[in-house]
């Protein structure tokens, strides 16, 4: 018979044991959120802004002070730790092993499935909210774990996915209604008209939250036309056939094994035609989902969820598999510790040569973004820039605020730039602003003047006007002659597309010997770049000539007349930055280029004059 102090000792254990529980996934959050070495990128704006824009516009309003760093960061830790935390206690409770859970959770806090980039945490976010909808499912399909609580808890989630992912409006819609026909124990006339009514409901509350920040406030446009093309997805062939890879990048060789495990495994427990059903429901669902707005890895959360789900499970099968024995028991914990380990390692191996880097951008406040507002022209047109400048744009003109003076925000394509000039001012940000320098338009800091605390007046920089265009040569299959060559002694790459790439011969001809070199390109795109210098001052003018025939460059052209003759390679690798500039270190009047013969492109090639411009950071104190 059991002493008081046993049944103490007993129950302390067992208090201590749901404790652990309770608090590990918590904890596996934060221990993925410190262990995150991801660096800071920045991100374009959302094309369908949603609840996570609003709660943004919101604090940034009630203080205007609080820099975009500090409110996406704050954002950006809640989204991850929850997500991670979520999706720990799904995986513990489908398997009852918590270490396993807790290993697929660090994983996936470490993997690519959650960039660290300056702008509201859209993924994060997403993949919480399914993970919190697949815990919710169990007890409203399970008739022995209903609770009163579990319909209200999932028409709170589904309506929380319907506003923070617009494309999702419809499948969250239907499938609320679904679940609270399902739970009611209504008559079935009453529930079809619960659940219609409900599922009328949330996708009114989307659109509510869409019109209070329109996707195109600041694009122009009809506004009931961006409304329904985000909250009704219209998925393309492209996005279907891209949903593979997508899923198998976010993953990993290694993840991708153990998901694989985990469908066989699963396929056997739950049999094959329950197995089918869920498969059947989940193609249904996708076209749903996957409009053409928003990126596929948003988009795709739920399946995500199930993805990684099976991935732990298939982490079960080998553990528990090997798990017998002091020896096989020390194998299963380097085993657990191997999956995190290879993601964290993966995420940096596959790091993006087109990543952007902020320039001051997480400093950017809504005081500073009204100031440089008050200084620009009406009507004029704002580049687009990122999500940070987006989302303090739309808080400046939040509720209607601003009509007095009107602007709208632009594509940065050059065509589109240059047909805004046309128009009126156009204005810049740093990111924007360095880009189009490239692609041939000069620029001018605008001065901002902003009271800040204990200064009387300060000048804050990140704001720029162009002021005018230099011409720029399209390369193609032909040789062509860039007049007046690159007077500034730097010049620029561009494409146009992604799928641009090149490669072009150019001949440069100058006065000066000289060594260029790339000016700040990613190291793997390096190999992009090629050059031959030749002397003819000091060296024999046959090198030059064999250059020019091997390229196909008629030998009496003028480039091949002056002192110092240049020979350039350049294509784009892979995911490079659409614009690249190149440092020459002097000027040459002479130049002609083309298309390497042999390349196909799907879009087309520039070189344009690029002079060296010093862009402050954005809201640093100008000189």
Known sequence: MPTHSGMAVSSA????????????PWLTGVAALILRRHP????????????????????????????????????????????????????????GDMAVAATTGLALGLSPMFPSTLAPPWEAAAFAVCAAAALLIGPVWDRSQRSGAAPLAILGVAIVGALLVPPWTLLAAIGAGTALQVSSARARFMRWVQGTAISAAITC????????????????????????????????????????STIGWLLGPFALALFSLGLVVEVQRQGPSRSLMVAAVGLACLPMATGNR???????????????????????????????????????????????????????????????????????????????LNRVSPDATLVEEDSVVDLLLRAAVFG?????????????????VGQALARGPVYVFPKGRDDLNKRGFDTAAVEVGLRLPGVDRANIAGLAVITGFRPCLTVGADWTDLAGGFPSGRMAFVADTDAAHGPLVLFLGGSNAVQPHPDAWPDRTTRGFRFAAFDQRAAHR???????????LPTDHAVLTMPFVMRLLLHRTPRAPLALAVTLGAPFPVAVARLQEGSVESGHLMLCDAPKVDIAPFGSRAP
């Open 13 to 24: 254990s067992n208090r201590l044991v749901v404790f652990g529980r309770v608090t590990l």
């Open 40 to 95: 800071l990128e920045l991100a374009s704006a959302s094309p369908c802004p949603g609840l996570l824009e609003l709660i943004g516009i919101a604090a940034v309003r009630s203080h205007p002070d609080l820099p975009a760093g500090g409110l996406f960061g704050a954002m950006q830790a809640a989204a991850i730790v929850a997500g991670v935390a979520l999706f720990v206690r799904l995986v513990f409770r489908g398997n």
């Open 542 to 552: 046959a090198e030059p000539l064999e250059e020019a025939r091997l390229h196909g």
């Open 205 to 244: 509350a989307a659109l509510g939250v869409l019109s209070l920040s329109p996707p195109n406030a600041l694009m122009g446009g009809s506004t009931w036309h961006a409304l329904t093309a985000c909250a009704w997805p219209a998925p393309t062939i492209a996005r279907v056939l891209a949903m593979p």
């Open 294 to 372: 928003l990126s596929l890895q948003i988009v795709l959360a739920p399946w995500l969820v199930g993805v990684w789900w099976l991935a732990a499970s298939g982490l079960r099968e080998i553990t528990s598999r090997i798990n017998c024995g002091p020896v096989r028991r020390v194998a299963s914990v380097l085993f657990l510790l191997l999956v995190p380990t290879l993601q964290a390692a993966r995420f940096t191996a596959e790091e993006r040569d087109d990543w952007e880097r902020p320039n001051g951008h997480e400093s950017a406040t809504l005081r500073q973004v009204t100031a440089g």
């Open 400 to 416: 209607g605020r601003r009509s007095a003076k009107r602007f709208v925000v632009g594509s940065r394509q050059t065509v589109s």
